[in-house]
Antibody, heavy 117, light 110 residues
Framework: EVQLVESGGGLVQPGESLRLSCAASGFTFSAYWMQWVRQAPGKGLVWVSRINSDGSTTNYADSVTGRFSISRDNAKNTLFLQMNSLRAEDTAVYYC??????????WGQGTIVTVSS | QSALTQPPSASGSPGQSVTISCTGTSSDVGGYNYVSWYQHHPGKAPKLMIYEVTKRPSGVPDRFSGSKSGNTASLTVSGLQAEDEADYYCNSYAGSNNFRFGGGTKLTVL
């Protein structure tokens, strides 16, 4: 079964860091670009970041540039999102998603990040 | 990076058709044929319903269709069914390796 499972969310204070993981299974992970998308409470989906298949190219939304870093370990079929200098407005459910034909065809169930003092 | 504009809500009775709009600019929706639509039941993983404006992934019923005119894309759900009740989001490639989502539309089946 094709599957993405996120982990690593939790409650942190403003200014702290968190590292999210996304474990992929059921497909050739190393062949696909991957994305992170988030949804703040009561709000819509927002694209956060993406990484190409070999990890050599990364892109970020303006709101997270310089604070978040996307990476991947193709040997372990895992995608990461390192989040530094977290702010209250980063509070959201974070989803990883597989890119396919300039769309996102497989999504995880999400992991919750809460930034609060 | 402003979100694409969607109506906050839409509704229809079972069997009817409903169309959800997604308005952007010439820098996103109007500039590329890379509009996709997602169905999201709260607490579950979003599901891809339409990609590249009009294409349906395998397994998506043909009751779902997409179109685009200028800077506005649309998702039409025909023959509404109770299970279609969900939040729907459009997405467009926005150039410079960025993507942009719409604010979401809550579809209610009356």
């Amino acid at each position: 079964e094709v599957q993405l499972v996120e982990s690593g969310g939790g409650l942190v204070q403003p200014g702290e860091s968190l590292r999210l993981s996304c474990a992929a299974s059921g497909f050739t992970f190393s062949a696909y670009w991957m994305q992170w998308v988030r949804q703040a409470p009561g709000k819509g989906l927002v694209w956060v970041s993406r990484i190409n298949s070999d990890g050599s190219t990364t892109n970020y939304a303006d709101s997270v540039t310089g604070r978040f870093s996307i990476s991947r370990d193709n040997a372990k079929n895992t995608l990461f999102l390192q989040m530094n200098s977290l702010r209250a407005e980063d509070t959201a459910v974070y989803y990883c998603a597989r890119q396919w034909n300039v769309a996102f065809d497989i999504w995880g169930q999400g992991t919750i990040v809460t930034v609060s003092s | 990076q402003s979100a694409l504009t969607q109506p906050p809500s839409a509704s229809g009775s079972p069997g009817q058709s409903v169309t959800i709009s997604c308005t952007g600019t010439s820098s996103d929706v109007g500039g590329y044929n890379y509009v996709s639509w997602y169905q999201h039941h709260p607490g579950k993983a979003p599901k891809l319903m339409i990609y590249e404006v009009t294409k349906r992934p395998s397994g998506v019923p043909d009751r779902f269709s997409g179109s685009k005119s200028g800077n506005t894309a649309s998702l039409t759900v025909s023959g509404l069914q109770a299970e279609d009740e969900a939040d729907y989001y459009c997405n467009s490639y926005a150039g410079s390796n960025n993507f942009r989502f719409g604010g979401g539309t809550k579809l209610t089946v009356l």
